[in-house]
């Protein structure tokens, strides 16, 4: 973290130009790059430092919501999946969902990552699992992903 203009910054190193765009045509390890994530667009060259200011930080910031099955939901689950699974789909295909996925240990649940705390309040309003009772908790958490 750095300050800028009395500001909390996040500071990036440019590492890898996997995917990335050059704009000399030159090879990843001299061309200048465009670091692209999530809506932000810099011109860096590799092994250089691009600085985000907390406006742009929030692109960092995903929200988690956390799934666990209600006790003896286990038939609600199977009833309900491919309704819940073809909302899971448009909100992926709506690139509002990153990732999704189930525990493999106890209890059993899930876990999912969404862009935007709204995104996760949409998805929870017309959720098939919450409103059918196949889940028993479940909680949002702000997660600060680290570069």
């Known amino acids: 973290m750095a300050r800028v203009n009395g500001s909390a910054a996040a500071i990036l190193r440019v590492r890898s130009c996997t995917g990335a765009r050059h704009d000399s045509g030159g090879d990843s390890q001299s061309g200048s790059v465009c670091v692209s994530h999530e809506g932000l667009d810099r011109q860096a060259h590799l092994g250089s430092y691009v600085i985000l200011m907390p406006e742009e930080r929030n692109h960092l910031v995903k929200y988690v919501l956390f799934y666990e099955l209600a006790d003896g939901a286990a038939a609600l689950a199977q009833q309900h999946f491919p309704a819940h699974a073809a909302r899971l789909g448009d ?3 709506r690139g509002l969902l990153l990732m999704v996925g189930t525990f493999t240990d106890p209890p059993v649940g ?9 995104a996760v309040d949409e998805f929870m309003a017309d959720d098939p699992f919450l409103s059918h009772g196949v889940v028993g ?3 949002v958490r702000e997660w600060n992903l680290q570069p």
């Open 91 to 93: 909100f992926q295909q």
């Open 110 to 118: 899930a876990m999912a990552v969404f862009i935007s705390r709204e």
């Open 137 to 139: 908790a479940h909680r």
